[in-house]
Every structure is written in structure tokens, then in C-alpha cells.
């Protein structure tokens, strides 16, 4: 095909080029970046690697007529489709659950998550959480807390130890108390209640990327966050410095106020724009002392 052939198909198409198509097509690329984005650095990254090889090796051997490899690569391809669901069952369930968690999922299947009820339930867990992590932090006792939200987290309460017990620095303190049963795992918070205890998060998606001198904690509240829309409390037992991850991001150097007031956002959207800025300010200074 010469170089005049091009440009008139290429002129052809844009003639018959209509505005729907450009938003066809614009949406179609920003679907294509979002998963590129979605399996970079992940498993999924080198299986697709794995895969273009495989089309570059059908159309190799087409070229040189290997009709052998040609028909192998082909059947091969012809299940793609099914084979790529399987293989990338993990990273298409975390676009599932984000687009759950969007506003505007948020919005349509839990209408009710602002109600007085809520703010009536979580108001004085807040309090109780806050006060713990200052007096874990202050004896240098390793926390760590997981306040569930939207997405249930049966899976890791099924490997703790149900309490159902009211929050309170009492029994935070009981609870993470080094020589106690309960001490060596995660405390699981739902509906302003502590429902289990000792419960074990999942490991995070990037473990190799992490800072190295995170402890087991952070990389669990990670990992849980990762999984999950979750907030994650820890309180270090080296430093005493009290971190808070969400959405696979931790940021530390928290105190007693920054914690409420991240927690009465987050929780019943209780804001003020000077609340929040400031907070975006603050993630972002914490976000760049963690890339140090």
C-alpha cells in the first residue's frame, strides 16, 4: 500500500467521522489507560507481557507459513478471552470494588450512611479511638485498628475472635496489651462497635515496593486498605507514632485532633472546606515523607 493509499483512507475515515465516534473512541482510550495503569507493577503486568508474545509469535509464524505453530498459537488465542477473566480474576474484582466504592455507588445502595443514627454510633467510638492511640502511642504499644465501612470484611473477622464489645480506652488498652491473648493482631471496628479482635489482614499488593522500614503493622494496614475502603489505624510500638492508611496510601505523624478529624469526615462526612484543605495539605506533606 503506497503513501497515497494511506492518506485517502485516512481522509475517508475522518469524512465519515461523526461526534459519537469521537467520544466512542475517548472513552474506549480511557478505558485501555486505566487498566494499563491497573496491572502496572502487579502479576497481571508480565502476563500481559506473556500474552503479547504470543500474538507477535502467531503472526511470526503465519508470515513464514510454520502452520504447525500457526494452528497451536491460534487455538491457543481463541480462548483468550475466558483465560485472561481467569488470570486476571484478582485485578478485574478491585475494579469491581472500586467502582463500588465510588460516590455515586455509595450513594445509590446505601442511602441511609449519613443518618443521626450513624453519627450517634460513631461519635463516641471516635472519641474512644482517639484517646487509645494517644495513650498507646504515649507507652509505646503497638495498635492496630480497622474501622470497616462499605465493604464488609467477613473474611478477616472470621479469623479473630468475636467481642462485640463497646470501645473505650479500657478496653483498647486490654486488648494491645503486649502480654495478653489478643494483643498480636488486628482489632475489626463496624457500626461504632468493636466486633472482633486478633484478625489477620491480608498481605499488600506491592510488598516489594514498601519502605523497608515499615514494620509487619503498616504493611498489613496496607494491604487491608488495598483490599478494601476501609481506615486503618496504626500506633507503632518502636516510634509510638500513630499512621493511618487508605486506599493503599499511608500517611503518618498523626496527633489527636488530625485523627478525629479525619475519622468524623471519613465516617459521616462531618467537613468544613478548611477541614478538608487542610487535610488534603496534610496528606500530601506525608505522602512526600514516605517517597523519602
Known amino acids: 500500500m503506497s503513501f497515497h493509499d494511506i492518506r485517502d483512507a485516512f481522509f475517508s475515515i475522518l469524512s465519515t467521522l461523526e461526534f459519537i465516534d469521537i467520544i466512542d473512541v475517548a472513552i474506549l482510550a480511557y478505558i485501555i489507560y486505566y487498566l494499563l495503569k491497573l496491572i502496572r507493577e502487579t502479576r497481571a503486568g508480565q502476563l500481559v507481557k506473556g500474552i503479547l508474545i504470543l500474538v507477535g509469535g502467531y503472526f511470526i509464524s503465519n508470515f513464514f507459513g510454520l502452520k504447525t505453530i500457526t494452528y497451536l498459537l491460534k487455538q491457543t488465542l481463541d480462548i483468550g478471552l475466558i483465560a485472561m477473566i481467569i488470570l486476571f480474576q484478582p485485578e478485574l474484582r478491585r475494579v469491581l470494588e472500586k467502582a463500588g466504592r465510588t460516590k455515586f455507588g455509595v450513594r445509590l445502595f446505601n442511602l441511609g450512611a449519613n443518618s443521626d443514627e450513624t453519627i450517634q454510633r460513631w461519635k463516641p467510638a471516635i472519641e474512644a479511638i482517639c484517646d487509645s492511640c494517644v495513650e498507646l502511642s504515649a507507652t509505646y504499644t503497638g495498635a492496630l485498628i480497622v474501622v470497616e465501612r462499605q465493604v464488609r470484611l467477613g473474611e478477616q473477622i472470621e479469623t479473630g475472635t468475636i467481642l462485640n464489645a463497646t470501645p473505650s480506652k479500657e478496653v483498647f488498652g ?82 489527636r485532633d488530625k485523627l478525629k478529624t479525619l475519622l468524623a469526615e471519613e465516617l459521616y462526612n462531618e467537613s468544613t472546606e478548611k477541614n478538608a484543605s487542610a487535610k488534603k495539605r496534610f496528606f500530601r506533606r506525608s505522602e512526600r515523607k514516605d517517597k523519602e
Open 174 to 255: 486490654n486488648i494491645f496489651y503486649p502480654k495478653t491473648p489478643l494483643h498480636d493482631g488486628a482489632v475489626i471496628m463496624r457500626d461504632g462497635i468493636i466486633l472482633a479482635a486478633a484478625c489477620f489482614l491480608p498481605k499488600p499488593q506491592k510488598d516489594a515496593l514498601i519502605n523497608k522500614k515499615l514494620g509487619s503493622r503498616h504493611r498489613a494496614a496496607i494491604g487491608m486498605s488495598e483490599n478494601s475502603d476501609a481506615i486503618v489505624i496504626v500506633v507503632s510500638e518502636e516510634t509510638g507514632q500513630i499512621s493511618v492508611a487508605m486506599n493503599g496510601t499511608l500517611t503518618r505523624d498523626y496527633n
